[in-house]
């Protein structure tokens, strides 16, 4: 048990009979009266959001969630079945993967890191970093060189991602999996 001032961003706890991730904290303090905590949470077995108020006194359940590291194996509609070390295999519904779906790729070799609750798979997180193929951009435009100029180009994986213009199809290019951001090209 964790009082409402102690929750940081990035801890899971406990709220409705359902495991919320903190992703951000706010405490409001006056003079006469006793804190107040604003959390904004995410839902994670629904991937859904809400904001509430705490008292800062306030018992919060905090919940210690089992992380596993798995490759990816294949995809079995909806489901995407990861495999650890030791051959089992644990299936992700689709719509759990939420931002990850557009950089999985059959043969992939990067290791995600697999969340579970009460023993199910429900979310999968990337590496920070990936490389990944353009398989589709639109040619760089003559004389447009003034500044950082980007052009949208789609990754093996169908995901579509703002790259630098001198990108080209058949390139291959890291990726910042936790903003979806280009990097370089490799």
Known sequence: MK??????PGNVIMFEGSPWVVQKTETTRSGR????VKLKLKNLLLNSGTETTFKGEDKIDDI???RLDCT???????????????????????ENL????????????????VTFYDGKAISVEMPTTIVREVIYTE??????TS???MKPATITGGGTISVADFVKVGDKIEIDTR???FKKRV
Do not use: W
């Not at 009082?3 to 940081?8: L, Q, Y």
């Not at 009266?33 to 107040?36: C, K, L, Q, S, V």
């Not at 939420?98 to 890191?113: K, S």
């Open 179 to 181: 903003t979806g951001e």
């Open 139 to 144: 040619p760089s435009a003559r004389g447009d």
């Open 64 to 66: 210690i969630l089992d």
């Open 147 to 149: 500044g950082k100029v």
């Open 72 to 94: 990816y194996s294949y995809f079995a509609d909806p489901m995407y079945v990861f495999m650890d070390a030791e051959y089992n295999q644990y299936d992700v519904e689709a």
């Open 33 to 36: 009266n006793a804190a107040i």
């Open 3 to 8: 009082t409402a001032h102690e929750v940081r």
């Open 98 to 113: 939420g931002d990850a779906a557009a950089y999985i790729v059959d043969g992939m070799e990067e290791t995600c890191q």
